[in-house]
DNA sequence: TCTGGGGTCCTAGGACCC
DNA sequence: TCTGGGGTCCTAGGACCC
């Protein structure tokens, strides 16, 4: 069967959520913002409009806040959460072949339902109102054949009011699709970011039309193989498919920047220590353990003028834990050699490494252990968890380069092995 | 001890996403 | 004075081993 995927996506989501809840902003220009009310997160249409950009810092836009009334939210992460899951429930009863993307986006396949609608925009615009009536929140929904033409089709639906919040660009006339993405800019298509967008522009591909139209093998050689998969994407091949189980994560993080610098150790020790414990929840909460973990400080990029000091360092565990005690005593260790008196640090924060078969291991703390040269101290820190985890796991599955992997497999693609097999010769 | 090529593995960082 | 937080994947190139 011919998949059909949607793409179901919260408007302007963080203040959507807050606008449920305070209706009198129904109207008010109002924007979302992140920790320590540093900058703007999220902004509703009106905003957008006035070309406020995502991640504005605050103090820069008071002038244009003032002169129209923009009012300022600080963000509620329990709130958006819940809110999330809300709207995950409404979509799950129409199929369970729902992939939760991001806090405000899913991606369901559609293709077996779609006999019970007169057409997928139907099924569209059912879903809108469902989650409308159920959660208050309001959503676009893009139709297409692959995630990448449902995203460019949630893309039209969002920017252009002719589509009522639903289109669907696989049963749309191809001309009008082709019209469509004449007028769509390459740059909006999902994987092509700022720094692609403009070499693309030197190659004179500056619509998605453009995209559309250049060879994907050509593609390849000039981009890398994540842009030869757009390009198949956009012509209707479908590479990417649903994954409705979340893989477990392969790194958790917990990060803050402060709102004042800090310069004591004592104060950063409160905040590694406070990361370390979420981290700790994190990892309870997916039932992993983790084998090192990655202490960081920073001091203020912003002001380069200023000593900048970025330093890091991970420590892999005797034995791998999710103990928050074990965990917060070795970030504290961490933090103690990499810490410096007179920088003014302005965020912290600690990563866990995950994959047991993976390790990444910068740099590595073993007490009584003399490291000569990073690449014995690399070694040990191999040698170290291959002891817990089993050599066997460790030495199988090392990561391999593009290159590796082509000679190991014949010429293919590392993640993608089974799925190329199965792609059309490009018309 | 010197020399070189091929294979392997890892790091660092870029680019992208929300 | 004030500038988010949490992720993934890919690649170039260095270090190392045989």
């Given at each position: 069967?011919?998949?059909?995927?949607?793409?179901?996506?919260?408007?302007?989501?963080?203040?959507?959520?807050?606008?449920?809840?305070?209706?009198?902003?129904?109207?008010?220009?109002?924007?979302?913002?992140?920790?320590?009310?540093?900058?703007?997160?999220?902004?509703?249409?009106?905003?957008?409009?006035?070309?406020?950009?995502?991640?504005?810092?605050?103090?820069?836009?008071?002038?244009?806040?003032?002169?129209?009334?923009?009012?300022?939210?600080?963000?509620?992460?329990?709130?958006?959460?819940?809110?999330?899951?809300?709207?995950?429930?409404?979509?799950?009863?129409?199929?369970?072949?729902?992939?939760?993307?991001?806090?405000?986006?899913?991606?369901?396949?559609?293709?077996?339902?779609?006999?019970?609608?007169?057409?997928?925009?139907?099924?569209?615009?059912?879903?809108?109102?469902?989650?409308?009536?159920?959660?208050?929140?309001?959503?676009?929904?893009?139709?297409?054949?692959?995630?990448?033409?449902?995203?460019?089709?949630?893309?039209?639906?969002?920017?252009?009011?002719?589509?009522?919040?639903?289109?669907?660009?696989?049963?749309?006339?191809?001309?009008?699709?082709?019209?469509?993405?004449?007028?769509?800019?390459?740059?909006e298509v999902w994987g092509v970011g700022k720094q692609t967008a403009k070499k693309l522009k030197e190659l004179h591909i500056h619509t998605v039309?453009?995209?559309?139209?250049?060879?994907?093998?050509?593609?390849?050689?000039?981009?890398?193989?994540?842009?030869?998969?757009?390009?198949?994407?956009?012509?209707?091949?479908?590479?990417?498919?649903?994954?409705?189980?979340?893989?477990?994560?392969?790194?958790?993080?917990?990060s803050r920047s402060f709102g004042k610098p800090v310069t004591l150790m004592e104060e950063l020790a409160e905040s590694v220590a406070t990361h370390?414990?979420?981290?700790?929840?994190?990892?309870?909460?997916?039932?992993?353990?983790?084998?090192?973990?990655?202490?960081?400080?920073?001091?203020?990029?912003?002001?380069p003028h200023e000593p900048q000091h970025h330093q890091s360092i991970t420590i892999a565990l005797a034995d791998p834990s999710d103990n928050t005690?074990?965990?917060?005593?070795?970030?504290?260790?961490?933090?103690?050699?990499?810490?410096?008196?007179?920088?003014?640090?302005?965020?912290?924060?600690?990563?866990?490494?995950?994959?047991?078969?993976?390790?990444?291991?910068?740099?590595?703390?073993?007490?009584?252990?003399?490291?000569?040269?990073?690449?014995?101290?690399?070694?040990?820190?191999?040698?170290?968890?291959?002891?817990?985890?089993?050599?066997?796991?460790?030495?199988?599955?090392?990561?391999?380069?593009?290159?590796?992997?082509?000679?190991?497999?014949?010429?293919?693609?590392?993640?993608?092995?089974?799925?190329?097999?199965?792609?059309?010769?490009?018309?």
């Amino acid at each position: 069967m011919t998949k059909i995927f949607a793409l179901v996506d919260v408007n302007n989501f963080y203040v959507s959520c807050e606008r449920v809840f305070a209706p009198k902003m129904e109207n008010v220009p109002m924007v979302v913002l992140s920790n320590n009310d540093g900058c703007a997160v999220a902004r509703c249409a009106q905003v957008k409009a006035l070309g406020v950009k995502m991640g504005t810092p605050w103090f820069q836009m008071q002038e244009l806040a003032k002169k129209h009334g923009i009012a300022a939210y600080s963000s509620n992460y329990t709130l958006y959460g819940d809110m999330s899951s809300r709207v995950v429930e409404v979509l799950k009863k129409f199929t369970p072949s729902l992939e939760v993307y991001s806090i405000d986006e899913s991606f369901l396949a559609i293709e077996t339902v779609l006999q019970q609608y007169a057409d997928p925009a139907s099924l569209g615009h059912i879903m809108k109102q469902e989650v409308k009536d159920a959660t208050g929140l309001p959503v676009c929904v893009g139709i297409g054949a692959s995630k990448t033409l449902a995203k460019l089709a949630n893309h039209l639906a969002k920017k252009h009011k002719i589509f009522a919040g639903v289109c669907d660009v696989d049963s749309m006339p191809k001309e009008d699709l082709y019209q469509w993405m004449t007028e769509t800019a390459a740059g909006e298509v999902w994987g092509v970011g700022k720094q692609t967008a403009k070499k693309l522009k030197e190659l004179h591909i500056h619509t998605v039309f453009d995209l559309l139209q250049s060879p994907p093998q050509t593609m390849r050689q000039q981009f890398g193989i994540v842009m030869e998969r757009i390009c198949y994407e956009l012509r209707g091949v479908s590479c990417l498919q649903l994954e409705e189980v979340a893989p477990a994560k392969q790194q958790i993080v917990s990060s803050r920047s402060f709102g004042k610098p800090v310069t004591l150790m004592e104060e950063l020790a409160e905040s590694v220590a406070t990361h370390a414990a979420r981290g700790a929840e994190k990892l309870r909460a997916q039932k992993s353990v983790t084998g090192a973990l990655t202490i960081f400080i920073q001091t203020n990029p912003f002001k380069p003028h200023e000593p900048q000091h970025h330093q890091s360092i991970t420590i892999a565990l005797a034995d791998p834990s999710d103990n928050t005690l074990m965990l917060t005593r070795a970030a504290l260790k961490g933090l103690k050699q990499i810490y410096q008196a007179g920088f003014k640090y302005k965020k912290a924060g600690v990563m866990f490494n995950l994959l047991a078969d993976k390790p990444t291991v910068q740099q590595s703390l073993f007490d009584d252990m003399e490291v000569k040269g990073k690449s014995a101290g690399l070694m040990k820190a191999m040698d170290s968890i291959n002891s817990r985890f089993g050599n066997a796991v460790i030495r199988s599955a090392a990561s391999g380069t593009k290159q590796d992997w082509q000679m190991r497999s014949g010429n293919k693609s590392p993640n993608y092995t089974t799925r190329w097999d199965e792609l059309p010769v490009a018309q």
